[in-house]
Nanobody, 122 residues
Framework: QVQLVESGGGLVKAGDSLSLSCAAS????????MGWFRQAPGKEREFVAA????????YYADSVKGRFTISRNNAKNAVYLQMNSLKPEDTAVYYCAASEGFTSEYDGYNDWGQGTTVTVSS
């Protein structure tokens, strides 16, 4: 099991940028594919982005492609989500998650953080 703690959420205006961080502890971080998910009020949790163990392969939801960038620093046991050109529809609680496989499926992730809230005003 890996413990995950997100940070960096906040209130921003449409068009602004925000960077989220996720610190990992516990089992060897490099063994895990890392992902970001989000859950807006009244909606199901949805996939945002994933990064491979080495950091060389990434995958994005169509809704964030070209605006968000996922990255990781295995030396620091951390994964990041750089969010640019934010829109009001990006408002959600953002979760960091760890998986043993490269997947966008919610069920493929076993360990989750507590979430950090991002609010984008129009």
């Amino acid at each position: 099991q890996v413990q995950l703690v997100e940070s960096g959420g906040g209130l921003v205006k449409a068009g602004d940028s925000l960077s989220l961080s996720c610190a990992a502890s516990g089992r060897i971080f490099v063994r895990y594919v890392m992902g970001w998910f989000r859950q807006a009020p009244g909606k199901e949790r949805e996939f945002v982005a994933a990064v491979s163990r080495s950091g060389t392969q990434t995958y994005y939801a169509d809704s964030v492609k070209g605006r968000f960038t996922i990255s990781r620093n295995n030396a620091k046991n951390a994964v990041y989500l750089q969010m640019n050109s934010l829109k009001p529809e990006d408002t959600a609680v953002y979760y960091c998650a760890a998986s043993e496989g490269f997947t966008s499926e919610y069920d493929g992730y076993n360990d989750w953080g507590q979430g950090t809230t991002v609010t984008v005003s129009s």
